[in-house]
């Protein structure tokens, strides 16, 4: 996977690392001349993995079937695209240095806040309840915590 497809492009390369730029951020990889190992294990305390935006699904589905041509492997199979949960379209890769990135698309807006969405398409207000009954106030619950 190259970093231009996210958005990234190369910006720094030298002897122990590279970094990639997106507008005012950039991104540096880099390895320690005081490692404390010799390999990664991103199991180990520490960083666990990275997570980028893919665009829209499509582009992330686009991504994600060109991923094993830049060595990557698809993490989680079993549950792709929705790894991260049923709300969660993403994608998960490792590649040989056990390095894991995450591909993440961009929500579609029609999907955004459902329930707020459907309450004003029946002409509910926020202070109406799913089925139209008035909504408690904070107050009339009881004590909060």
Do not use: C, K
Not at 22 to 43: C, F, I, K, N, W
Not at 54 to 66: E, K, R, V
């Amino acid at each position: 996977m190259r970093n231009r497809e996210l958005g990234y492009i190369p910006f720094q390369d030298w002897a122990s690392g590279r970094s990639w730029r997106l507008g005012a951020t950039y991104l540096v990889v880099e390895q320690s001349p005081a490692l404390t190992a010799t390999e990664h294990d991103r199991q180990r305390p520490g960083m666990n993995h990275l997570a980028f935006h893919a665009g829209d699904p499509g582009n992330l589905d686009l991504l994600a079937d060109a991923a094993p041509a830049h060595g990557w492997i698809l993490l989680f199979a079993d549950t792709h695209p929705h790894a991260g949960g049923q709300d969660h379209y993403a994608a998960y890769f490792s590649n040989s240095d056990d390095y894991e990135v995450e591909l993440v698309a961009n929500e579609p807006q029609a999907t955004r806040y459902p329930a707020r969405r459907i309450r004003r398409q029946l002409g509910a207000s926020s202070s109406q309840t799913r089925d139209g009954r008035p909504r408690q106030s904070r107050s009339t619950l009881g004590p909060t915590l």
